[in-house]
């Protein structure tokens, strides 16, 4: 079974650039997150889909950040006009339908905003 | 609204060494407790998870965590460690038996000294 996989792995941009992340979850798994772990610090939610809806995105800044998942597969976080402080790995997470499995991470796409 | 404790963001141990690191819990409701080891540059990987029963719970690779409701403390432990052991290693809570919306710790970077 292939697991999460993430794309690009690394991100350099200048401030005020935008970004586009990818994610591809475990086959069958309804649940997509997105996580934003900044150097040293535990992962915090960004969003979260169950299928193609979205079902928390109060972490996600709004003004800069955007999440879609159209086809209840994968999903793009997309930032506009990066700023230093979203320096961070982004991660996704899949969750298959037993609430009471495992969240399965993806390696992540390190960004650095210079 | 859970929170999780990670108290010491950095442990060192020798190889062969017992480690414990630790991690307290708050949340009035039903919980369910997880670890997650991550290597440098990669996702996070599940080691183990409590939500019932045996407040003892044994995990991959010789790790075990008991729970203690008393104490709020959901402790990881291994017997004697190895170097590929060294990692970080994130306690994380999420409320009413499910895995849906965790809350991760800081993190407790673990070395293991040759």
């Known amino acids: 079974e292939a697991g999460v996989t993430q794309s690009p792995r690394y991100a350099v941009l200048q401030e005020g650039q935008a970004v586009s992340f990818w994610c591809d979850p475990i086959s069958g798994h309804d649940t997509l997150y997105w996580y934003q772990q900044p150097r040293d610090q535990g992962p915090q939610l960004l969003v979260y889909?169950?299928?193609?809806?979205?079902?928390?995105n109060s972490q996600l800044p709004s003004d800069r950040f955007s999440a879609v998942r159209p086809k209840g597969t994968n999903s793009t976080l997309k930032i506009q006009s990066a700023k230093q402080g979203d320096t961070a790995t982004y991660l996704c997470?899949?969750?298959?339908?037993?609430?009471?499995?495992?969240?399965?991470f993806g390696p992540g796409t390190r960004l650095l905003v210079l | 609204t859970q929170t999780v404790s990670q108290s010491d963001a950095h442990v060192t141990v020798f190889e062969g060494d017992s480690v414990e690191l630790r991690c307290n819990y708050s949340y009035g409701g039903s919980i369910y407790l997880s670890w997650y080891i991550q290597h440098h540059g990669h996702g996070l990987q599940f080691l183990l998870k409590?939500?019932?029963?045996?407040?003892v719970v044994q995990g991959v690779n010789g790790f075990e965590a008991e729970f203690s409701k008393s104490d709020s403390s959901f402790h990881l432990r291994k017997a004697s460690v190895h170097w590929s052991d060294s990692a970080v290693y994130f306690c994380a809570v999420s409320a009413n038996y499910g895995n849906e919306k965790i809350t991760f710790g800081a993190g407790t970077k673990l070395t293991i000294k040759p």
């Open positions: 889909f169950r299928d193609e809806a979205v079902i928390d």
């Open positions: 997470a899949s969750l298959g339908r037993d609430i009471q499995d495992t969240q399965y």
């Open positions: 409590y939500y019932s029963g045996n407040p």
